[in-house]
């Protein structure tokens, strides 16, 4: 991607967006009842159309609101020891699919297309369990302002005065996803002067020299939420950071070494450490090299990226050579140390994955080659503390062009007239066609001319698997991608669909069916540059999803029960409610009314715990689904071999929308 010395993110339209369908792209939105967001600069520097993106979801027929414990977060099962066992036993995978506007993919030598591009997808993960209060807290907020930040003002601050500033500038109903001390460590550190910023000025901070926060991309320093952008524009980047990597999918795979051997995941990186007066350890400082760092009294130490901290095992010995659920440990330390001088024993993270980007056109959100929008499948973590993670999935796209080597132009092309020098590419520029006076000019915008978009998932859970019979299993999830209204005022997210559309599996595997929506899909104004608008049925801005088998994808008639098969041939393995022991027809009830039944009779769900869900008890399911949960945490399902088709009762509408499935069953 992005090699401008160190690979630079790139590309050159007004609108070659990003959006993550599965799992749902925030875009940075949060619970807006308008089409556009809120908030461009919520928590990240998208670049992409104010219209994209989904809202956060919510548990229940009514918004959260300001009640973030009323939002729903996904859950996905980790993997299982999979490292110790053979042919993907005990992986779980999640399928995440994207479309981007500009083009992607192909080669030079038989496929060539029109710009250079990469796609890079990261995660970050913490523990579940820190209290409301907690600052660092990842979360999703409940308005969407963006957090503040209050600058420093001289770098030899005491760390107490700054978490104090801290303390005042972090709120609790506010997005949190990279931390503010990653911003701050950002806004003191020098940027890297290698870099090409073509006919761009960058500004200075308030220290008095251009931090990390000024880019080509971002002369002027905005901020978005707590991301650094000399981070966000660049990979590998060349200082720690609190991203783990799970794919570089480029043009060229013969980068893919390159890219892997100098991912975070497996390659340490430098970072200056200085102490104030107090003795502890200062999160910024300017110096970004060693010989910077040292020549000014820093210690210039390599942290190291991991999956989780191991503080089971406390010496270097017990530590590296532990093997828990097969994973490789390592006596290092950690890129968040407290003082950057005790080691810890950390789970090694894998090297990323790395293979062509998926094919698709130029200016069309649209599917690969294979009918199929762009998508990669992950292989979920195991974590081997058996700990629920919340966690944050990030996708970057970037374009570079060829009228100019990305890969060798670098600080010395940059525009200098003092010393003659101009650069490759300037703003604007107009070229002579021989018409005499008469030149063209060029629409190009020298700080978009390799650039970076991104989306980012709302925040999800990463939990430990059930108990199984079988721990090597195989888990598949099954989702809905899409929100409420027409293909033009949903655009550029996308309509309804199940995700997967069509599921392989065997009878082995497992498949955990679950959705989210919101109460607030009410696409109205503003709406940009796009048509305002719901379509759709029951209530207005409401997404609500289902699942009742079919006989036949042609067909938009369910089944009745008595004849179907789908839910007769599923073992429940897993059940939110907690009671596996249902029928068939209870766990078809269930699905059918996304939750708000889970049995027909008191008889058949004596506990008291799910009177409140039973047909002969509950207040009457509305026919379009307007009083069902908006969420669905769903059902984990072993199915017998064959084919089911399926659909939901309330997208599906004939001429206007498909909203059916298949999964078979090997």
Known sequence: MFRFTCLLLAVTCAYCDVYFHNPRGSNNRLNEKSANRNNADRVFDSQNNN??????????????????????????????EWKTMTNDQGKSFLTAEWTN??????????????????????????????????????????????????????????????????????????????????????????????????????RNNNLGYSGAIYTRQNPNGNRRGYECPEERDHYPYWHPSPWKDIAILPVNVSECQYYKSNSFNVKPYGECIEY??????????????????????????????????????????????AKDGGHKHIWA????????????????????????????????????????????????????????????????????????????????????LGKGIKSPVQQNPYVEIGAGHSPLRLAINTAQFGRTFQDRSHMFQLVPRPTLNNPGAKIYNLNVRGKRGNIVQVYPAVEYDFFPNNLNVTDNDLVHIQWTGSNTHNNGNPAGDGQAGDAGEG?????????????????????????SSMWDNAEIVWIYHGKT??????????????????????????????????????????????????????????????????????????????????????
């Open 101 to 202: 506007q500009h083009g992607c993919g192909g080669n030079e030598d038989t496929d060539p297309h029109k710009q250079n591009c990469n796609i890079v997808l990261q995660f970050m993960c913490q523990d579940d369990g820190l209290q409301p209060g907690d600052k660092d807290r990842v979360r999703d907020g409940t308005t969407t302002n963006t957090q503040d930040y209050t600058k420093l003002n001289k770098l030899d601050e005491t760390v107490s005065r700054r978490k104090s500033v801290k303390n005042g500038n972090v709120k609790q109903n506010r997005v949190l996803q990279e931390s503010w001390e990653w911003y701050e460590k950002c806004y003191a550190r020098e940027r890297n002067k290698g870099l090409f910023t073509a006919d761009q000025k960058l």
């Open 276 to 321: 104030d007066s107090a003795g502890v350890r200062r999160h910024w400082s300017r110096w970004n090299n060693k010989t910077g760092c040292e020549g000014n009294g820093g210690d210039w130490v390599e942290l190291y990226n991991y999956l989780e901290k191991a503080p089971g095992y406390t010496t270097k010995t017990p530590c590296e050579t």
């Open 51 to 80: 219209r994209g993106g989904y809202n956060v979801g919510d548990k229940t027929d009514k918004p959260a609101g300001n009640d973030e414990t009323k939002q729903y977060q996904m859950k996905y099962f980790q993997s299982a």
């Open 581 to 666: 022991a249902v029928s068939a027809k209870n766990l078809a009830l269930n699905m059918a009314s996304s939750g708000f039944y889970r049995c027909a009779k008191r008889a058949e769900c004596p506990e008291q715990v799910h009177r409140p869900y039973l047909v002969e008890n509950n207040p009457k399911l509305n026919n379009l689904l307007n009083n069902a949960p908006a969420s669905y945490e769903g059902a984990l399902l072993k199915f017998k071999k064959g084919k089911y088709h399926y659909m939901c009762t309330r997208n599906n509408n004939f001429t206007n929308r498909s909203q059916k499935a298949t999964i078979i069953v090997l």
């Open 539 to 563: 209530t207005r801005g409401t997404d609500r999803n289902n699942m009742v088998q079919i006989n036949d994808l042609t067909e938009n008639f369910p089944t009745p029960f008595e004849h």
């Open 333 to 416: 330390i950690p890129y968040d140390s407290p003082n950057a001088r005790n080691k810890e024993c950390l789970v090694a993270l894998d090297e990323p994955d790395c293979k062509e980007a998926p094919w698709t056109r130029s200016n069309h959100l649209g599917n690969s080659h294979d009918g199929l929008a762009s998508n990669y499948t992950w292989v979920l973590p195991h974590f081997p503390s058996g700990k629920t993670k919340n966690c944050v999935l990030r996708i970057r796209y970037n374009i570079s062009t060829d009228d100019y080597d990305p890969a060798n132009t670098n600080a010395s092309h940059n525009k200098n």
